[in-house]
């Protein structure tokens, strides 16, 4: 293996070995007043089990960045494999999403049908370069039976996970 120095690392090349580490894919929702916002994610990750916190990242031009930290409250919603129409509304590849997507309850909205639902408050926001790191406290869980394979992103597509057994 050959390494080169990131400062001659071509941004299209970097890009594209970032997208070799597949990723689930989730949607984070925030409700304003009655409407609901989502934005698709794939850079989510646990960071503690005691608090109970999880962090995705934003684009710093990312329209929804300023209503979420407005907001504080919101949804982090995994999708299923039968979810990539929600995902690509939701990274703006789509027209606009239809309200009948959403669930709402308690101050939260989130997507119908998703496999794993957190229910979050802002806990710390870290700029990071052109992004925004939002760490966040799961204050509540909601799980629906895993009928489906998790949606998966890689190499710049949406993916399938395989497994030897018949739970995923």
Known sequence: MQFVNSKCIDQGDYR?????????????????????????VNSFTSVSLTPKLVLFCLKNESRQLERIRARKKLTIN???QAQQDVS????????????????????YS????????????????VPAGDHQILVVRVNDMGEEKAEDAPLVYYAGAYSEIRTSESRV
């Open 16 to 40: 594209r070995s970032l997208g070799r580490f597949p990723t689930g894919v989730a949607v984070v929702v925030v409700q304003d007043g009655e409407d609901a916002h989502g934005v698709t």
């Open 78 to 80: 995994f999708l299923s």
């Open 88 to 107: 690509r509304r939701y990274a703006g590849k789509a027209e606009a999403a239809s309200a009948d997507y959403f669930s709402q309850g308690s101050g």
């Open 110 to 125: 989130w997507i119908k049908g998703a496999p794993v639902v957190y229910r979050c408050e802002i806990e710390n926001v």
